[in-house]
């Protein structure tokens, strides 16, 4: 014997946009501000700056910030609990700050952890960011690290 689910619909609430944004359903998007429509879930006080592209399956959670021009591709996550206790961490000023500069690209299925990434950088399919990055380049592997320097 079960007892019947809690069943949510997926739902677009507390949403600030851009002009000339589309949101494609099915899309979980709460309190949070876009510059584009994208198909992932995105989560509370997190800014997508215009011109980004967020291509399906990706995690977007809460208090990330996405510069202006960067695409961000399928599958990718962003995780700002370090589970520095060896568990979830309910307290959200315990949680670090991710932030993306402008004109970055994120290959599929990355993971982006509570770190920085200045402008103009290319991070590779499958990749694990660990560490912020300050130097304009192509990153790849688990832990990401410089492959090539681009010109600035």
């Given at each position: 014997m079960s007892n019947a689910p809690d069943l949510r619909h997926a739902a677009v609430r507390d949403v600030k946009t851009g002009k000339d944004v589309v949101i494609y359903q099915p899309a979980n998007l709460y309190q949070c501000e876009l510059g584009v429509g994208p198909f992932v879930e995105i989560q509370r006080d997190s800014r997508i700056g215009a011109g980004t592209r967020v291509q399906s399956h990706?995690?977007?959670?809460?208090?990330?910030?996405?510069?202006?021009?960067?695409f961000i591709g399928h599958g990718v996550k962003f995780a700002n609990d370090m589970f520095r206790d060896g568990a979830p961490n309910p307290a959200?000023?315990?949680?670090g700050k991710i932030i993306l500069g402008d004109n970055v690209s994120v290959g599929s299925?990355?993971?982006?952890?509570?770190?920085s990434i200045c402008d103009g950088?290319?991070?590779?399919?499958?990749?694990?960011?660990?560490?912020?990055?300050t130097e304009k380049g192509v990153y790849a592997g688990n832990p990401a690290t410089l492959l090539r320097r681009l010109d600035p």
């Open positions: 990706t995690f977007i959670c809460e208090g990330v910030e996405i510069g202006r021009n960067c959200r000023e315990s949680w299925n990355a993971t982006i952890l509570a770190v950088v290319v991070i590779g399919a499958g990749s694990v960011v660990t560490k912020s990055i």
